[in-house]
């Protein structure tokens, strides 16, 4: 079921509204960025930076067909979304830090199924073979 839920980085400065479906479920990635920072993400059927835009960071990574932004609050730190072009994942996309919600609980986080990404081996729709790090 949607639900718009709004979250923020750590100092508040960057926060953002975002239509989610929690129990349709949630992500992780093994990439090399992503496995660094424990990704958990899902993705919103919309999404609007309500404040901080100045505030943000983006660690980026581009790859001839494709691209990832890590849009990060640059006063503390907090990766808050992410954004980009990823041909093997159904192209354009945006998905929020579920942890950076704000107002949604652990229940509803954990309610739907995980989705398990194999970025590291460019095998995005696929788990990878072993997910226990992620």
Not at 95 to 107: G, W
Request: aromatic share 8%; proline share 4%.
């Amino acid at each position: 079921m949607d639900r718009t839920c709004h979250g923020s980085c750590h100092c508040g400065a960057v926060r953002y509204r975002a239509t989610l479906d929690l129990a349709a479920g949630t992500g992780k990635c093994n990439c090399t960025y992503c496995s660094k920072i424990r990704n958990w993400s899902a993705t919103p059927k919309d999404f609007q930076l309500l404040q901080g835009e100045e505030a943000l960071g983006d660690y980026a990574k581009d790859w001839g067909e494709g691209n990832i932004h890590h849009r990060f609050c640059s006063r503390c730190g907090v990766t808050v979304y992410g954004h980009g072009y990823i041909p093997q994942a159904g192209g354009a996309f945006v998905s929020v830090q579920v942890n950076t919600l704000d107002d949604a609980s652990i229940d509803e986080l954990v309610s739907g199924p995980m989705h398990y990404a194999d970025g590291l081996h460019d095998n995005w729709m696929n788990p990878p073979a072993d997910t226990r790090a992620m």
